[in-house]
C-alpha cells in the first residue's frame, strides 16, 4: 500500500497514547529499518506495507497497523535536524554520504572508572561509574556516521517512550541509560577515524556533533523535535581519547 496521500503523517507524538509496542524488539525493527532503506525513499513511503510486516516477522513482532510504522519513519527522516536549518534532515542525506551501522573497535590498556568519572563527572546527560578497572576492548557499532557540509555528525536512533520529549525528559533519559556516556565513547571513535582518513583534520572544521533521535517523539514540521544533540567539548575529548588509547 504505496499511496502517500493516503497515510496519516500525523506523528504519534501527537496522540495521547503511543501505538507502537515497546521494547527490545521495535528498537531493532526501527534500527533495521533505518539501515536496510534508504532514507530518501523512506520519507515517500516508497517502501510497502508488505516489507514491514516481513520485517516484523524476523523479530516476532506484532503490529496492528504497519501503516503507523511508516509514518514514523516517515517523521524520522523528515524532521529537521538543526533549529536553524530545515535542509538538514536524513532525508536529504545522500546515502554515499553516510555509513550505516558502522563497527568499531576500541582497545584501551587499565583504565579506572573514577578516570572516566573526572573527565565527565560534571556533564548533565553522565551518570557517574561505580569504582571498576577496566581493561581489554570495546566493540560495537554506530546506528549513523553521515556529513553535510563538510562536517561529520554522528547519530543513534532510540525508539524509547517517554512520556514526553522535552529536553528535560530526553535528559533524564540519557543520564537514566548513560546514553551520555555511550555518545561520548562514540565522539572518540570517530574522532580516530577521522584523524586517520582526513590529512587535515581538525575537530573545530569536521566535527559537527553527536545526535539521539528519540523518533516516537519526532515531528517533520517541528525542528528537533526528539532530537538531543550536543557538541563535545573539544579538550575534554582529548582527555578521554587518551586514556582510551594503546598506549
Not at 576492548?137 to 553535510?148: A, E, K, M, N
Not at 586517520?196 to 575537530?203: L, M, Q, R, V
Amino acid at each position: 500500500y504505496d499511496n502517500a496521500e493516503e497515510i496519516s503523517t500525523k506523528s504519534l507524538v501527537a496522540s495521547s497514547s503511543d501505538p507502537l509496542p515497546r521494547g527490545r524488539r521495535m528498537g531493532n525493527l526501527v534500527h533495521e529499518l533505518l539501515e536496510k532503506n534508504a532514507f530518501a525513499e523512506l520519507a515517500k513511503y516508497s517502501e510497502s506495507v508488505t516489507k514491514i510486516e516481513q520485517a516484523c516477522l524476523r523479530f516476532g513482532l506484532s503490529l496492528d497497523d504497519p501503516q503507523l510504522m511508516l509514518t514514523l519513519l516517515r517523521q524520522v527522516v523528515r524532521t529537521p535536524l538543526d533549529q536553524q536549518d530545515d535542509g538538514f534532515n536524513l532525508a536529504q542525506i545522500d546515502d554515499k554520504h553516510c555509513i550505516k551501522e558502522m563497527p568499531f573497535y576500541l582497545s584501551h590498556g587499565s583504565i579506572n572508572t573514577e578516570q572516566i568519572n573526572a573527565v565527565l563527572g560534571d556533564e548533565v546527560i553522565y551518570r557517574s561509574l561505580s569504582a571498576k578497572k577496566l581493561a581489554g576492548f570495546l566493540t560495537g557499532f554506530i546506528d549513523l556516521v553521515c556529513v553535510y557540509q563538510g562536517k561529520y555528525y554522528l547519530m543513534d536512533y532510540k525508539s524509547n517512550y517517554l512520556e514526553d520529549y522535552s529536553s528535560a525528559s530526553m535528559i533524564q533519559a540519557m543520564r537514566a541509560h548513560n546514553y551520555g556516556l555511550q555518545g561520548w565513547l562514540y565522539s572518540v571513535v570517530l574522532t580516530n577515524f577521522l584523524q586517520e582518513t582526513i590529512g587535515d583534520y581538525s575537530f573545530d572544521r569536521h566535527f559537527g556533533g553527536v545526535l539521539y533521535l528519540f523518533v516516537r517523539g519526532m515531528e517533520s514540521d517541528k525542528p528537533c523535535s526528539g532530537v538531543f544533540s550536543f557538541l563535545p567539548n573539544a579538550e575534554k575529548l582529548e582527555q578521554l581519547s587518551r586514556l582510551f588509547s594503546d598506549a
